[in-house]
């Protein structure tokens, strides 16, 4: 496999910099492996706290805003900077930058393992999402950077199939490290994987950058969209705990959308801008941009709330809340292929259209258990149709992203794609906050009329109420009131839950929509047949 330390320029492949002599050819396996483990380190962290958060509740007493903030933090820096990251690599190295990210990363995953309480591990969070945000396109852009035009596809494949298998296997993984020694075993666990990767990055991966790459970052575009996205987002947590009233809400909900207001005239004014505006003019890229932002957040939104009620209604064990999605990704991988053929055959509409429909069939199926039953008759046959909807999705929209725009836009096509699904996540997440929170109280007020419980029991479950079914209830309580206050509680949750799994199919059936109105199937014209289809993206 023959690689190069910058790959040939090509306009139809995403711009990687200059033309380099080639690097030697044994390096191409251990570029894949440093950028595999890189990258692996960041989507499993994104899934494996999701399993991790009964256990963090429960040790730290956290309340639901509290576990909102030790995913939202994260996730906020990741999505707000992760085109800046890609910007930055192609700037000033992409090996520098990536191992930037990756000192980073595993500096704040020892102060996540250290953390004494949940205020220390949010910000340990929000290191590691800016560590995220330098890695994560990193590992791509060294790819693309480092192997030649026959090869590039193919180790992308790889990149892509080996990265998926990880982030498979992740929550597994965390699961059991959780069960057999502690949650934070799951973030000290990152610590070995930076040193291998950084050992790697110095010893095989060659430094490119992008001579075309002139000027500064846009670094005014990336901390405005950090500040708006982080004071709409700390609005919807903490208002139903503070109120809407409450002047921190008001203040940051009205200081984040000014200041995304601000983002967009700064995008629209600066010569190198980390969101290039005129890509929306195509009506096709516009919806394979709103589409993921539904599906994704859809998706980011609920399984949020799925381990959860796996582990505190339906008393899973971490490891095995980990591995109830294993059908979900193990189709979403295996299925990748299939899904390419069908764009082949029907085109992108069409199977962007249906894709979702499936999806949303699969979060309805979810909403159906109550607080019992078996896997195999609950969740399995949600996560399959699941899985199944979104590998039809998922080829197609990649697809009608590239095919929107002229292909000397498809790196930065790519990564809005990519952000807009990340910061879908990032809201969704928020607003299923708020609607679990209030059914959740009238369904507890509802179960606690029924279940006619003692006074003090009944005041000890309302003073936890932000807890939701992670709820303590006193050791000293009798088996016979132990047992009607746990069942009132996971009532209670499930009555939310369903309507979180509820919103998600209904933001489902609006992707679908989406493609209907706005994905137009685009032919690919090469440069030499329409060279004024360079000038601008297609509509």
């Not at 110095?202 to 990336?222: L, N, Q, T």
């Not at 498809?410 to 990564?415: D, K, R, V």
Request: hydrophobic share 55%.
């Amino acid at each position: 496999m023959s690689t190069f330390a910058a790959a040939p320029c090509d306009a139809a492949v995403i711009r990687a910099g200059p033309c380099l002599a080639p690097s030697p050819p044994r390096a191409g396996p251990w570029i894949l492996v440093t950028t595999i483990i890189a990258s692996s380190m960041a989507f499993i962290d994104g899934t494996v706290v999701n399993v991790a958060l009964p256990a963090l509740q429960r040790e730290l007493s956290a309340g639901l805003v509290d576990a909102l903030w030790v995913v939202e933090s994260y996730a906020l820096f990741l999505a707000a900077l992760l085109l800046a990251g890609g910007a930055a690599g192609d700037r000033f190295g992409r090996r520098r930058v990536f191992v930037v990210g990756i000192a980073v990363f595993a500096v704040a995953s020892i102060g996540c393992g250290f953390a004494a309480t949940v205020r220390q591990l949010i910000a340990a969070r929000a290191l590691q999402g800016i560590g995220a945000a330098l890695l994560v396109p990193g590992s791509l852009a060294i790819i693309s950077a480092s192997f030649d035009v026959q090869n590039r596809g193919k180790a992308i494949g790889t990149w892509s199939g080996a990265s998926a298998l990880m982030a498979a296997l992740g929550p597994v993984l965390g699961g059991f490290l959780i069960d057999h020694f502690s949650w934070r075993a799951a973030f000290f666990i990152n610590v070995p994987l930076a040193l291998a990767v950084l050992y790697l990055a110095f010893r095989h991966v060659p430094e490119s950058v992008d001579s075309e790459a002139r000027g500064k970052i846009d670094g005014a575009g990336a901390l405005f969209v950090t500040l708006g996205l982080g004071g709409v987002v700390y609005a919807m947590i903490e208002a139903p705990e503070q109120g809407w009233s409450h002047p921190l809400v008001v203040g940051a909900l009205v200081a984040g959308i000014g200041a995304l207001v601000a983002f967009v005239w700064i995008e629209r004014r600066e010569p190198q801008p980390m969101l290039p505006l005129a890509l929306f003019r195509s009506s096709t890229f516009t919806g394979a941009n709103v589409l993921p932002s539904l599906l994704y957040g859809a998706l980011g939104g609920s399984l949020f709330f799925l381990p959860l009620d796996l582990i505190q209604v339906h008393h899973y064990s971490t490891t095995a809340a980990g591995a109830a999605l294993l059908p979900f990704i193990l189709l979403l991988s295996l299925l990748s292929r299939w899904s390419g053929g069908l764009i082949n055959r029907y085109g992108a509409r069409r199977p962007l259209m249906v894709g979702p429909i499936v999806v949303a069939i699969g979060f309805a199926l979810f909403a159906v258990p109550g607080t019992g039953g078996g896997y195999w008759f609950t969740f399995f046959p949600a996560a399959v149709v699941l899985g199944l909807g979104m590998a039809i999705s998922v080829a197609p929209l990649t697809t009608a992203v590239l095919n929107a725009v002229d292909q000397r836009f498809a790196g930065a096509a790519s990564g809005i794609n990519n952000a807009a699904s990340r910061v879908s996540a990032l809201i969704a997440i928020a607003v299923f906050g708020l609607v679990m929170t209030p059914v959740f109280n009238r369904a507890l007020d509802a179960e606690l009329r029924r279940a006619a419980l003692p006074s003090p029991v009944v005041a000890v479950i309302d003073q936890q109420r932000s807890r939701l079914a992670a709820i303590a209830l006193p050791d000293t309580l009798d088996s016979v009131s132990k047992n009607a206050a746990e069942m009132t509680i996971s009532r209670a949750f499930v009555a939310g839950f369903r309507a979180v799994m509820l919103i998600s199919a209904v933001l489902a059936v609006g992707a679908a929509a989406s493609a209907w109105l706005w994905i137009r199937e685009q032919p690919q014209p090469s440069a030499a047949s329409d060279p004024a289809s360079q000038a601008v993206p297609r509509r």
